[in-house]
């Protein structure tokens, strides 16, 4: 029995790289690599990079305290790519890639909606690999959205 949606391995390459882009190198190299630009750009990563590392410490502080089983640990069933960890809500990747998107979009507004939706696409990918039930991926983009508005909020930089 699998919680993962039934993916054909013509399906599954695709969600595998989707879901990476969540992950701790390529969010951080997103967030990252740009604060050797100047202007604009340099100071949406500087948003960035602080939305992707306060999230995420959010993230592991209600994981540790919450301690939702992943779904494939919860039904017995194997995930479509390895469990980062044991614990479930709330998605790290979904808001790590949230985090940056959203950080990227309000500095940026005509990026906007192909950087949410890349950073949907991610939070859909930890449901369809079996690693996240549909409420981690929600709650892990709410923290993302509301630490970007606060860090703008706290740094009175202009959007």
């Known amino acids: 029995m699998r919680w993962a949606v039934d993916?054909?391995?013509?399906?599954?390459?695709p969600w595998i790289a989707v879901t990476h882009l969540g992950g701790l190198w390529c969010s951080t190299a997103v967030a990252g690599l740009p604060l050797?630009?100047?202007?604009?750009?340099?100071?949406?990563?500087?948003?960035?990079?602080?939305g992707l590392v306060i999230s995420h410490a959010m993230v592991?502080?209600?994981?540790?305290n919450v301690l939702r089983e992943?779904?494939?640990s919860a039904v017995g069933a194997e995930a479509l790519i390895a469990n980062p960890d044991?614990?479930?809500?709330p998605s790290g990747h979904a808001t790590a890639a949230m985090a940056v998107a959203f950080a990227y979009a309000l500095a940026f507004?005509?990026?906007?909606?192909?950087?949410?939706?890349l950073a949907m696409a991610v939070g859909v990918s930890r449901v369809c690999l079996g690693?996240?039930?549909?409420g981690d991926v929600l709650a892990g983009q709410a923290?993302?959205?509301?630490?970007?508005?606060?860090?703008?909020?706290?740094?009175?930089?202009?959007?």
Request: charged letters at 15%; proline letters at 9%.
């Open 7 to 13: 993916l054909s391995p013509g399906w599954r390459r």
């Open 36 to 50: 050797l630009a100047g202007g604009a750009l340099r100071a949406a990563a500087v948003r960035a990079a602080l």
């Open 60 to 64: 592991q502080v209600v994981k540790r």
């Open 70 to 72: 992943r779904p494939s």
């Open 86 to 89: 044991a614990f479930s809500f």
């Open 109 to 117: 507004p005509g990026w906007g909606a192909p950087l949410f939706l």
């Open 131 to 134: 690693v996240h039930y549909p």
């Open 143 to 159: 923290i993302a959205i509301l630490t970007d508005l606060c860090v703008v909020a706290a740094g009175r930089w202009p959007v």
